[in-house]
């Protein structure tokens, strides 16, 4: 048994650490390109909305947002993964991994908050369409952002204190590819009460309440719709909100294993699953059905971008 003060690092064993295997390779090619690929999406997301004065809109607003939260997401796991896995040495500090748990739990809780606001602009835009622009405004938006953040900060905070008062056994192997807070409570010998809790408070917070939120807003919504004469009409406003209704249930899809308070952890194929979901997600967000947002006019932004880029 030791102390949380004597111990300096973690062993990290992904479950295709076998450098024998023949998807070892294939695994290290994997990862790097869905990093690259979620870090250029994400990066392209966020610079389209930011040159084009028209997609300074709430919806995109959020979008961004949630373009940054991937990045981070990506970002606090992969390149962490791939050194392992290119150097052979799996060893991973006790500072780096609080650090790697306390960004993770930071960006699980703000993705389930942006999904959550990016719902009740639906819900305006639909059932109060008139207050839209009132309702969410710039300063409004600035400040759902900004709570979300500070909301996620706090509940990162706490969790990872909570990890802290664990007393790890003399195994410090660690069962997963990143610090898994679940993997950590399966090494350890006690401590553990206070952790539990908090994971039972983050899937009251931060996953049964947003989805129940979400739920209400769209069965509001489905009954403005439902009310609407013209079957034009109805297919108009449906379709400025089903993107986002498919996104939702991705959303939770990936999110909601990393907050149930069931300790036994995922595997790796899991976890490799929902890093992927997560970028199905953010493609799909792109396709949001959104006032002067065309694909045309997207790519000849991106065009615009791009020569910048070359005469830079």
């Known amino acids: 048994m030791e102390s949380n003060t004597s111990i300096l690092e973690f062993y990290i064993l992904p479950f295709f650490f076998n450098t ?79 650090i790697q748990i306390y960004i993770f739990y930071l960006v699980n809780s703000n993705e389930a908050m942006v999904i959550l606001t990016m719902a009740y602009d639906r819900y305006v835009a639909i059932c109060h369409p008139l207050d839209y622009h009132r309702i969410l405004n710039k300063k409004n938006c600035i400040l759902l952002i900004t709570v979300t953040w500070i909301s996620g900060s706090l509940n990162s905070s706490l969790f990872t204190s909570s990890i802290l008062k664990i007393i790890f056994c003399s195994s410090l192997s660690i069962h ?94 899991q976890l490799a699953a929902q890093l992927i979901c997560l970028l199905i997600v953010t493609h799909l967000m792109v396709m949001e059905a959104g006032p002067g947002c065309q694909a045309q006019h997207q790519s000849t932004l991106i065009a615009k971008l791009t020569s910048r880029v070359k005469h830079s």
């Not at 983050?202 to 609407?228: A, E, H």
Request: proline letters at 3%.
């Open 20 to 98: 024998e295997s023949k998807l070892y390779i294939f695994n290290i090619v994997f990862f790097f390109l869905i990093y690259c690929i979620g870090i250029l999406i994400n990066l392209t997301i966020i610079a389209v909305i930011c040159l084009d004065i028209h997609l300074h809109t709430p919806m995109y607003i959020f979008l961004c947002n949630l373009s940054v939260i991937d990045i981070f997401y990506t970002t606090t796991i992969v390149p962490k993964l791939l050194h392992i896995l290119l150097s052979q040495n799996n060893t991973i500090s006790f500072t780096e991994c609080f």
């Open 176 to 269: 997963q590819f990143f610090c898994d807070p679940k993997a950590l409570f399966n090494i350890s010998c006690g401590g553990t009460k206070m952790f539990y809790i908090m994971m039972c408070a983050d899937l009251i917070i931060f996953g049964l309440s947003p989805t129940v939120c979400n739920l209400m807003s769209y069965i509001k919504i489905i009954r403005v719709i439902l009310r609407i004469k013209s079957k034009e009409g109805r297919r108009k406003a449906f379709s400025t909100c089903s993107s986002h209704l498919t996104v939702m249930v991705c959303s939770h899809c990936a999110v909601l294993p990393d907050l149930s308070p069931i300790v036994s952890g995922q595997t790796g194929c």
